[in-house]
């Protein structure tokens, strides 16, 4: 039987569930079946299930049959999504991003101290030269991540902070520095997350033999990696040996915009800087297995950083050129860890520009990770570049992939795309592809908010709805079979972002850089509610708005085939449209929104920035609807609905004309109007 459910809730006016159930469910089953997968609503057994009896709402006990309508007493519509027990919640930072001190207490220089030494390099000349403090208040910072109930910490060690002449006696100080921050951790109950090299290479190594393009750099990382082990290998249960290799190697030697900020050779140095990265952690993996991880009992893998592609249309050329993408940056490194080989695409495209394995070489990489550490924030769709092969070899040019957006989607600070759907299909996609022994450990999501002033950033909505829309897809993901152990949100703190300097907050603690105070925002309750152990709650239209659309261009109609009427709006459906959107402008935190549109253009009068603005947040609610009318979820079919509602038998219904006149006022009037009042809503 088809059961229709509703809610009593203030929120859940107009809103219904229908679901198929059999003829003899109770009502202690429908519950079960509402707060189970895929619905994960807010039901629990307490929950009051109601039928109307006579125009009045009744309680249906629990054993009773269920009714073809029933009410969900005081229920809203959010789903509610369980996580495993065990599942490893925390944040993760890096030495250089926090540490500062980067001239004291025997720290050598690092080739990022002498990029941000470089005019032009880094925004506003900003370094790592003071970042945080943690250095000296590292306690302090993890007392903050006690207070929110943290898991998990994940933290690099400076390795010229370690081994300040690259090799040869540890520094005794930076010794005793981490072995008092694992310390304080393990003794809050926080389980440190350790990584070797966070992109921070001493620089005489670099000045002794040009660092990663030499094969000596394998022998002095694998010691480094040995000195870590032994100083501090009985307090740490994970280790990653590299970070995000495709950046160091694609942006520190192909484009130059990370250091050490080569681009001479960009057809030739990112390959061999990354072979003998690759080399070098399977050498540091190799050293640990042997020596240490017997008595120490830890695992030890690597962090790859990916952005899910996906094929712009249904076509062969399309999916080829995915293929090629997730090979140059997650294949890259993954295939030779786990299959024993670069991709075939790249292979066969660079030539011998390429470097080869040895068979020893083959034997040392394959398997040489306990677990598969991802870090990823955004998503692309691809199709073949259009530019051809360039005159000289590059990196870039190799892959021949164009990335394009959806000009639907929203963008973070860093100016990369929301899109919480890529995340599932990345995860389900590595599981396939490599089915990781250790399972995969999420060791780095987030996103950069511009936060102007304090209040802003104490409540950063737009982060916490990024969290929850990705969250939402990952526990999808976990549903579709992706063994994901746990979740490290980027970052803790807000620090220094790389090239951009501190420019762009990626903090869910606030950090205000003049006085060094640490202020946790509202996305940090969040991810200390999911450590704590409470489920994720994401309200409707956060989980709706992160499942797959379609690029708004794919499924064209062949061009030989007459070109379809527009679609058309009955009385009835118009009125539905304008009743959803209504409903959806109505709320509060739309409302909230729009009004700080209109308070930055009262200041900066830029008409242009508030149509921009306004286009941002109305266009994810209009994309959502409209399509279930017939009209093509872009700026175009938004145009083309607003001219179907003036069309005159349209117009001619005073309900529709007030409805239509509504939606104005919630979009234009309504928020400019408190605005100008300085009202909240």
């Given at each position: 039987m088809r059961v229709t459910v509703s809610s009593t809730a203030d929120n859940c006016e107009g809103w219904v569930l229908e679901l198929e159930v059999s003829q003899k469910t109770t009502v202690a089953a429908l519950k079960k079946l509402l707060a189970g997968p895929p619905h994960f609503l807010g039901v629990v057994a307490s929950t009051k299930v109601l039928f109307r009896d006579n125009g009045v709402l009744t309680t249906l006990f629990d054993k009773e049959i269920v009714h073809s309508h029933v009410t969900l007493l005081n229920v809203n519509d959010d789903r509610v999504l369980p996580f495993p027990a065990d599942f490893l919640w925390g944040a993760a930072t890096a030495a250089y991003q926090i540490e500062g001190a980067a001239d004291k207490e025997g720290r050598s220089p690092s080739i990022w101290d002498t990029f941000c030494s470089i005019p032009g390099k880094v925004h506003n000349g900003d370094s790592g030269a003071h970042a945080c403090e943690h250095y000296y208040r590292y306690a302090d910072d993890v007392k903050l991540m006690k207070d929110l109930g943290l898991k998990a910490y994940r933290f690099s060690i400076s390795w010229s902070r370690l081994l300040p002449a690259g090799t040869g006696k540890p520094n005794h100080r930076a010794v005793d520095f981490y072995q008092s921050l694992l310390s304080e951790l393990c003794s809050s109950g926080i389980t440190p997350v350790v990584t070797l090299y966070h992109w921070d290479l001493p620089q005489c190594l670099e000045d002794k033999y040009s660092g990663w393009l030499s094969r000596e750099v394998i022998d002095d990382f694998e010691y480094y990696a040995s000195v870590c082990f032994d100083c501090f290998g009985s307090e740490v249960k994970h280790w990653i040996t590299l970070n995000e290799p495709w950046c160091a190697c694609a942006l520190g030697y192909g484009s130059g915009e990370h250091a050490p900020g080569r681009s001479q050779d960009p057809g030739k140095e990112p390959y061999l800087a990354a072979h003998h990265m690759l080399l070098?952690?399977?050498?540091?993996?190799?050293?640990?297995?042997?020596?240490?991880?017997?008595?120490?009992?830890?695992?030890?893998?690597?962090?790859?950083?990916?952005?899910?592609?996906?094929?712009?249309?249904?076509?062969?050329?399309?999916?080829?050129?995915?293929?090629?993408?997730?090979?140059?940056?997650?294949?890259?490194?993954?295939?030779?860890?786990?299959?024993?080989?670069?991709?075939?695409?790249?292979?066969?495209?660079?030539?011998?520009?390429?470097?080869?394995?040895?068979?020893?070489?083959?034997?040392?990489?394959?398997?040489?990770?306990?677990?598969?550490?991802?870090?990823?924030?955004?998503?692309?769709?691809?199709?073949?570049?259009?530019?051809?092969?360039?005159?000289?070899?590059?990196?870039?040019?190799?892959?021949?992939?164009?990335?394009?957006?959806d000009p639907r989607w929203q963008r973070t600070d860093m100016g990369w795309d929301i899109v919480p759907w890529g995340f599932e299909k990345l995860l389900c996609w590595i599981q396939k592809e490599y089915a990781p022994a250790g399972g995969i450990l999420v060791t780095e999501n987030g996103c950069a908010i511009r936060e102007n002033t304090e209040a802003e950033a104490l409540q950063d909505s737009t982060r916490v709805e990024y969290l929850q829309g990705y969250l939402a897809q990952l526990h999808k993901?976990?549903?579709?079979?992706?063994?994901?152990?746990?979740?490290?949100?980027?970052?803790?703190?807000?620090?220094?972002?790389?090239?951009?300097?501190?420019?762009?907050?990626?903090?869910?603690?606030?950090?205000?850089?003049?006085?060094?105070?640490?202020?946790?925002?509202?996305?940090?309750?969040?991810?200390?509610?999911?450590?704590?152990?409470?489920?994720?709650?994401?309200?409707?239209?956060?989980?709706?708005?992160?499942?797959?659309?379609?690029?708004?261009?794919?499924?064209?109609?062949?061009?030989?085939?007459?070109?379809?009427?527009?679609?058309?709006?009955?009385?009835?459906?118009?009125?539905?449209?304008?009743?959803?959107?209504?409903?959806?402008?109505?709320?509060?935190?739309?409302?909230?929104?729009?009004?700080?549109?209109?308070?930055?253009?009262?200041?900066?009068?830029?008409?242009?920035?508030?149509?921009?603005?306004?286009?941002?947040?109305?266009?994810?609610?209009?994309?959502?609807?409209?399509?279930?009318y017939g009209f093509e979820p872009t700026a175009r079919g938004v145009s083309r609905v607003q001219a179907t509602l003036s069309a005159p038998t349209l117009t001619e219904d005073p309900e529709i004309q007030q409805m239509n006149h509504f939606v104005v006022y919630l979009t234009g009037d309504l928020p400019k109007s408190k605005a100008a009042e300085g009202a909240t809503v």
């Amino acid at each position: 039987m088809r059961v229709t459910v509703s809610s009593t809730a203030d929120n859940c006016e107009g809103w219904v569930l229908e679901l198929e159930v059999s003829q003899k469910t109770t009502v202690a089953a429908l519950k079960k079946l509402l707060a189970g997968p895929p619905h994960f609503l807010g039901v629990v057994a307490s929950t009051k299930v109601l039928f109307r009896d006579n125009g009045v709402l009744t309680t249906l006990f629990d054993k009773e049959i269920v009714h073809s309508h029933v009410t969900l007493l005081n229920v809203n519509d959010d789903r509610v999504l369980p996580f495993p027990a065990d599942f490893l919640w925390g944040a993760a930072t890096a030495a250089y991003q926090i540490e500062g001190a980067a001239d004291k207490e025997g720290r050598s220089p690092s080739i990022w101290d002498t990029f941000c030494s470089i005019p032009g390099k880094v925004h506003n000349g900003d370094s790592g030269a003071h970042a945080c403090e943690h250095y000296y208040r590292y306690a302090d910072d993890v007392k903050l991540m006690k207070d929110l109930g943290l898991k998990a910490y994940r933290f690099s060690i400076s390795w010229s902070r370690l081994l300040p002449a690259g090799t040869g006696k540890p520094n005794h100080r930076a010794v005793d520095f981490y072995q008092s921050l694992l310390s304080e951790l393990c003794s809050s109950g926080i389980t440190p997350v350790v990584t070797l090299y966070h992109w921070d290479l001493p620089q005489c190594l670099e000045d002794k033999y040009s660092g990663w393009l030499s094969r000596e750099v394998i022998d002095d990382f694998e010691y480094y990696a040995s000195v870590c082990f032994d100083c501090f290998g009985s307090e740490v249960k994970h280790w990653i040996t590299l970070n995000e290799p495709w950046c160091a190697c694609a942006l520190g030697y192909g484009s130059g915009e990370h250091a050490p900020g080569r681009s001479q050779d960009p057809g030739k140095e990112p390959y061999l800087a990354a072979h003998h990265m690759l080399l070098a952690h399977a050498r540091a993996v190799k050293c640990y297995r042997d020596q240490y991880q017997n008595t120490q009992g830890g695992n030890i893998g690597i962090t790859l950083n990916m952005d899910w592609k996906e094929p712009l249309g249904d076509n062969a050329a399309d999916q080829a050129a995915q293929r090629r993408a997730l090979d140059w940056q997650l294949g890259w490194f993954a295939d030779p860890i786990y299959k024993g080989a670069y991709p075939a695409t790249m292979r066969e495209r660079c030539g011998d520009r390429l470097p080869e394995f040895s068979d020893n070489e083959v034997e040392l990489l394959k398997g040489s990770s306990d677990f598969f550490g991802l870090n990823h924030y955004s998503t692309d769709f691809v199709s073949p570049g259009e530019d051809g092969p360039p005159a000289t070899p590059n990196f870039f040019a190799d892959q021949d992939v164009k990335n394009i957006s959806d000009p639907r989607w929203q963008r973070t600070d860093m100016g990369w795309d929301i899109v919480p759907w890529g995340f599932e299909k990345l995860l389900c996609w590595i599981q396939k592809e490599y089915a990781p022994a250790g399972g995969i450990l999420v060791t780095e999501n987030g996103c950069a908010i511009r936060e102007n002033t304090e209040a802003e950033a104490l409540q950063d909505s737009t982060r916490v709805e990024y969290l929850q829309g990705y969250l939402a897809q990952l526990h999808k993901a976990m549903a579709n079979g992706a063994a994901i152990k746990g979740y490290l949100v980027w970052s803790l703190l807000d620090n220094f972002e790389w090239s951009f300097g501190y420019a762009k907050r990626f903090g869910i603690v606030r950090v205000d850089f003049v006085t060094q105070q640490r202020t946790p925002k509202a996305s940090a309750h969040l991810i200390s509610s999911l450590c704590k152990g409470e489920k994720l709650r994401v309200p409707s239209r956060i989980h709706v708005s992160s499942e797959f659309v379609p690029f708004h261009g794919r499924g064209k109609e062949p061009e030989a085939e007459p070109k379809k009427a527009g679609p058309t709006l009955s009385k009835a459906d118009a009125k539905r449209m304008l009743e959803e959107f209504i409903a959806r402008y109505q709320d509060d935190h739309f409302q909230t929104k729009m009004v700080s549109c209109f308070q930055q253009f009262l200041i900066h009068n830029d008409e242009m920035r508030l149509l921009k603005a306004r286009r941002s947040l109305c266009m994810p609610i209009q994309a959502e609807i409209i399509p279930k009318y017939g009209f093509e979820p872009t700026a175009r079919g938004v145009s083309r609905v607003q001219a179907t509602l003036s069309a005159p038998t349209l117009t001619e219904d005073p309900e529709i004309q007030q409805m239509n006149h509504f939606v104005v006022y919630l979009t234009g009037d309504l928020p400019k109007s408190k605005a100008a009042e300085g009202a909240t809503v």
